[in-house]
């Protein structure tokens, strides 16, 4: 299938064509024609999938002919939970419609000055792009009104949901045409996600496409235990000095966590910013701008970061604390791997975290390899808590000493187990094979007296 079969206008097409994409992904190839054709979608997509384009696309070409009906107000809607996912969607609206006359597209999100935002919505506009808050704000106050509006589209609604902006979605739905056509994308069509899709579509066409454990084929995703906060920072500090690590995303349960491992980073000398959701917006803009031009090589975050930010650079996720949801990790992860790129997640567990765990490979379908570092390997004393499961047969290789069996080979009688806990790999517990294996590159420098980086490039600024 190729983007000329789509049914797409040739401004359109050609603004593609500079994207330099080869041809639609699956969510597009499926959503474009049926969007065109004037359906309402479901679409059960995820983060990567291409599911931006598949909903912008269509609707823009909508804007190829002028509107017929009075009015300034957006002829398309696009609402997003997060102020990073509007203005990556704003980004992406301006890109495709860069061929249609005089595109104007305004972002309404919390955190950026009303001013800049109410001269956008002087003139007439042709998209607006809004986290649901301010777009309350601004409709309360008369500034926008949708009586031009031909498409809504709901960006991943069930995070919105879960962002609690339900009763928000309901009243800004209210407020528009039921003529609008209306494109829902969301991660999941169950539960209170199909409940609010069959309110606000009809008879609406149902997508769906890759699930979570196709799409994260290309990033090798491990577990590394941490007995203790200590211990958690000795195995960040020996991840961060992987060779192979470009750019890094760290992820922390807090706003202040983010700040304090921040500053902890930068004192030993990492080029370093954090990002969350108590900084300005014109801050984190700044941030994330810092990060695409490869100034920063490591940005600690809050599940803030963990939808909308596309940067190639990011060889490497970090979990520094477990998310809290499940779907979340999935977002997270989602984060590097991009472009076609191969990806590295590791999540750093604490023993009594295993739950969390097993909840991430119940939601994801897939297990994730539990490895240890040469010289950081958890203490003797947690490991004796897991029961051992596997023999210890595996080979030694990739990154990390790895520290379970081989992907779809079960160990011996153990067929149709799980693996529910780390395995001893210390000199004390029954680590030969752990304690044998070579030092991985990327793990050479960590007793070396080189192993601190160069000096920061500049001063971290995000506090
Ligand atoms: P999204 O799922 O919308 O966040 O898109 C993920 C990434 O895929 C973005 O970097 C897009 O630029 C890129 N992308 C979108 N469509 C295509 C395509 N057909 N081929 C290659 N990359 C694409």
């Not at 190639?312 to 979990?319: E, K, L, P, R």
Request: proline share 6%.
């Amino acid at each position: 299938m190729s983007f000329s079969n789509l049914g797409l206008n040739p401004l359109i097409l050609k603004a593609i064509e500079s994207s330099g994409y080869p041809a639609p992904t699956p969510v597009q190839s499926a959503s474009i024609p049926a969007a065109l054709a004037g359906h309402d979608l479901l679409v059960s997509s995820h983060t990567g999938s291409g599911k931006t384009a598949a909903f912008l696309l269509p609707s823009l070409q909508r804007l190829a002919q002028p509107s017929t009906l009075p009015g300034k107000g957006p002829r398309i809607l696009v609402l997003t939970p997060t102020r990073e996912l509007a203005l990556q969607v704003e980004k992406a609206a301006a890109t495709y419609g860069r061929g249609l006359n005089r595109l104007r597209t305004v972002c309404l999100v919390g955190g950026s000055p009303y001013a800049q935002q109410l001269r956008g919505l002087r003139d007439a506009v042709d998209i607006v792009v809004a986290t649901p808050g301010r777009l309350m704000d601004h409709m309360q106050s008369g500034r926008v009104e949708f009586s031009r509006l031909e498409v809504l589209i709901l960006d991943e609604a069930d995070r919105m949901l879960d962002m609690g902006f339900i009763d928000d979605i309901q009243t800004i739905v209210d407020k528009t045409p039921a003529t609008r056509q209306t494109l829902l994308f969301s991660a999941t069509l169950d539960g209170v996600v199909g409940s609010l899709a069959r309110k606000l579509t009809r008879d609406p066409q149902r997508i769906e496409v890759a699930t979570p454990t196709q799409r994260e084929a290309k990033i090798d995703q491990r577990l590394l235990y941490a007995d203790n906060f200590s211990h958690k920072h000795k195995l960040l500090d020996a991840l961060l000095r992987d060779t192979e690590l470009q750019q890094a995303l760290i992820f922390t349960a807090t706003k202040r966590g983010a700040d304090d491992l921040a500053e902890n980073l930068f004192a030993q000398g990492f080029a370093v910013d954090a990002l969350h959701g108590d900084m300005q917006q014109s801050k984190r803009t700044r941030t994330l701008q810092r990060l695409r031009d490869g100034r920063t090589r490591i940005l600690v975050a809050t599940d803030v970061a963990a939808r909308g930010i596309d940067v190639a650079g990011i060889t490497h996720v970090i979990n520094f604390d477990l998310p809290r949801q499940a779907e979340d990790y999935v977002h997270r992860i989602g984060r590097t791997g991009r472009a076609g790129r191969t990806g590295f997640a590791v999540t750093l567990v604490n023993h009594s975290e295993k739950h969390l765990v097993r909840n991430i490979e119940r939601y994801t379908g897939q297990s994730v390899r539990i490895d240890v570092i040469a010289g950081l390997e958890p203490s003797a004393r947690v490991e004796k808590a897991a029961r051992p499961r596997f023999n210890n047969n595996a080979k030694p290789g990739g990154r990390f000493s790895d520290n379970r069996a081989p992907a779809g080979r079960a160990p011996a009688g153990r067929s149709n187990e799980r693996f529910d806990g780390p395995r001893s790999a210390s000199p004390r517990g029954n680590g030969e094979r752990a304690a044998a294996a070579p030092a991985p590159a990327w793990n050479s420098g960590f007793r070396s007296e080189n192993r601190r980086p160069s000096a920061p490039t500049r001063r971290r600024t995000a506090d």
